[in-house]
């Protein structure tokens, strides 16, 4: 247990609507990412944030937005779902410093119809 | 992009063999870090070797990093069946602590 979890685990919707994966630490970390897994891809990074209210983007940004207004808690908001926003979605926190070791939640399984 | 990739993306041995994974690079690195997945799950951290470091041993893991040729290598010794998961390597560069993982290596452990 890396004192992480995931929310929900699994989902289902339709194109267009909006979701809201939530991602909740109980190691106090400055640090926390938000990845997508896609088979031939690895893991991508999506947005991650340095600490309360403070976030930047990732390398696969685009269509989504994230929030984080108390340091346990991390955000990742679909706005409008699209098919090509399936995938595995992990949430990962880390405390930084000398070592960059990040520690995953066991992920949701996003699928967009 | 990525800035890890694996090599080979498949690999299948027998149980008590070694495995040998390697991974490379493109631009300089604070650390180089390797995790394993099994299937459904997370990712597990297994060992972080930083940029000065040439080789560090965990257990029955031994990572080694050239970064004149900016390559590493994972060597799992005497394989088992529970080995059997995929192995990302991540490289961690700049600020912030952010990693930039490859595309992974599934191993298969007969047993």
């Known amino acids: 247990d890396a004192g992480i979890t995931q929310s929900p685990r699994h989902k289902v919707t339709e194109t267009g609507t909006p979701v809201t994966l939530r991602c909740h630490q109980t190691e106090n970390h400055r640090y926390m990412y938000w990845y997508r897994q896609d088979p031939g891809h690895g893991l991508r990074l999506i947005h991650y944030s340095y600490g309360v209210k403070d976030t930047d983007k990732g390398e696969v940004s685009d269509g989504y937005s994230v929030s984080r207004s108390k340091t346990e808690d991390f955000l990742l908001t679909l706005e409008s779902a699209t098919s090509s926003q399936t995938s595995v979605y992990f949430c990962?926190?880390?405390?930084?410093?000398?070592?960059?070791?990040?520690?995953f939640g066991p992920g949701t399984r996003l699928t967009v119809l | 992009s990525q800035q890890g990739e694996e090599d080979p993306q498949a690999l299948s041995i027998q149980e008590g063999e070694n495995a040998t994974m390697n991974c490379s690079y493109k631009?300089?690195?604070?650390?180089l870090q390797w995790y394993r997945q099994n299937s459904g799950r997370g990712l597990v951290h297994l060992i972080l070797?930083?940029?000065?470091?040439r080789e560090k041993h965990s257990g029955r893991l031994r990572v080694t990093l050239d970064t004149s040729k900016k390559s590493s290598s994972l060597l799992i010794t005497a394989s088992r069946a529970a080995d059997t998961a995929s192995y990302f390597c991540a490289t961690g560069v700049g600020a912030n602590s952010k990693l930039t993982f490859g595309k992974g290596i599934t191993l298969s452990v007969r047993p």
């Open positions: 070797i930083r940029s000065n470091e």
């Open positions: 990962a926190h880390g405390a930084a410093g000398r070592t960059d070791t990040q520690y």
């Open positions: 631009t300089s690195i604070n650390n």
